[in-house]
């Protein structure tokens, strides 16, 4: 998208009222006008989400100080797991860098896991890591056992489910001085649910794809 457009666009969302937007990509870092566009959006009021791969973000440090409310990136295991699940070697030194630099500067920092066989045992390190480093959000992303994550036995099914949300909140409960936020985003009976905190299961309504109802309690 052109700097222009999206400055446009930036303009429709803040004058019809829209309180918060997330730039993503792809890499958002990549586009060379980042730091005026977060700006732009700055000024126009707008709450600002930054989703990044957090492979560059180190370029970036002194640019978006002040410009991210948010920042969503993800950590898929330890070091050797994460960098042969994104392909990037260095990419985890690089991710945990940035997730440091976000928080140091008071943005509040989302971390996302996709959890399958091959890291399940890892959970607990990786909430110990992200939690140290300043992250205050996780979430659990399940695989679904289609197109690509048919690959994955995933651990998606109601008692492995149970057994990993039991699991990750005892853990938490250990941390001295937690302040995380957990989430597990999964597929129940063919169903896209988000535990929230306390266990509160939410579903996506068929009437209503765009937002998510308590349906239940684990």
């Keep these: 998208m052109s700097s222009g457009d999206a400055e446009r666009w930036l303009d429709i969302v803040a004058d019809r009222g829209v309180p918060w937007v997330d730039f993503s990509g792809g890499e958002p870092l990549l586009h060379p006008d980042v730091g005026s566009l977060l700006g732009h959006a700055r000024d126009r009021g707008l709450g600002i989400t930054l989703s ?14 002040g410009l991210v409310d948010q920042c969503n990136t993800s950590v898929h295991g330890i070091a050797a797991t994460h960098d042969e699940t994104v392909g990037v070697r260095g990419s985890y030194d690089a991710v945990i860098g940035a997730i440091s630099s976000f928080a140091d500067s008071g ?3 989302h971390v996302t896991v996709v ?3 091959d890291n399940v045992h890892e959970v607990p390190t990786v909430i110990d890591v992200v939690h140290a480093a300043g992250a205050r959000k996780i979430c659990f992303n399940y695989v679904f056992k289609r197109g ?15 057994g990993l949300v039991g699991h990750v909140r005892e853990h938490l409960a250990r941390m001295p001085g937690r302040r995380m936020t957990v989430y597990h985003n999964c597929n129940l009976d063919g169903q896209c649910v988000l535990v929230r905190p306390k266990g ?5 309504p068929m009437q209503n794809a765009q937002d998510y109802i308590e349906v239940g309690h684990m």
């Design 52 to 65: 990044t791969n957090g492979l560059i973000v180190g370029r970036f440090r002194e640019r978006l100080k």
């Design 107 to 109: 943005t509040v920092v």
């Design 115 to 117: 959890v399958t066989v």
């Design 148 to 162: 690509k994550g048919a690959g994955f036995i995933a651990s998606s099914g109601e008692q492995q489910l149970k």
């Design 200 to 204: 509160m299961i939410w579903g996506v």
